[in-house]
């Protein structure tokens, strides 16, 4: 196991003496490893050893610079905005595999959150959001990119909630313009 350097501080050193003699005191013996760790870390003012922890690796993760949030792929979207109508039907199932996923996110971004629906009624929802007759294609991709979830019987379904492509909210505001036209 490698070793995790933690820093340590505290406030008052004369406070820190006073606690730890404190607590060497209600012992009686020497204190272990661990005990030492959880005693210095109850100096400081955390619970214990665990919670000393917890507290710096979730500190040095707020400090953290966050990760620019990725630019849309506007080509992409442009690419899958072909496969719909004017009406945002899918017209027809793409041969690309990333465009195909981009369609399944608009589909799923349809689906009603924390509903459960039969797969009669998934299939309804399906068939009126496409038109070139496959909805059980769509309702399979959709459970393999794990965008919902099924029963083990499939009489289930419900939506997965999930943080979608940056490319979704342009192609959906796209797909939009182009209905409202």
Known sequence: MSRLSLPYAVAD????ARSLRDQLGKLGHMPGHVE????????????NYQH???QLEARSRLAAPRAPTPAPDHERIEKVARHFDDSGRLLRWP?????????????????????VFTEQQ????????HLFGDH??????????????????GRQYRRIEQKPPAELSPLIEHLNAR???
Not at 122 to 129: D, G, P, R, V, Y
Not at 136 to 148: C, E, I, K, M, Q
């Open 122 to 129: 998934i299939n309804e929802l399906l068939k009126h959001w």
């Open 36 to 47: 030492l760790l959880n005693m210095l870390a109850r100096s400081a003012g955390y619970a």
């Open 179 to 181: 209905t409202a036209a």
């Open 95 to 115: 041969a690309r595999a990333n465009q195909q996923d981009l369609c399944l996110w608009v589909l799923w971004s349809r689906i009603p959150s924390g509903k």
């Open 136 to 153: 059980a294609l769509l309702r399979r991709s959709l459970f393999d990119l794990r965008l919902v979830a099924r029963t083990t019987d």
């Open 52 to 54: 000393f922890r917890a």
């Open 13 to 16: 050193i004369s406070a820190l």
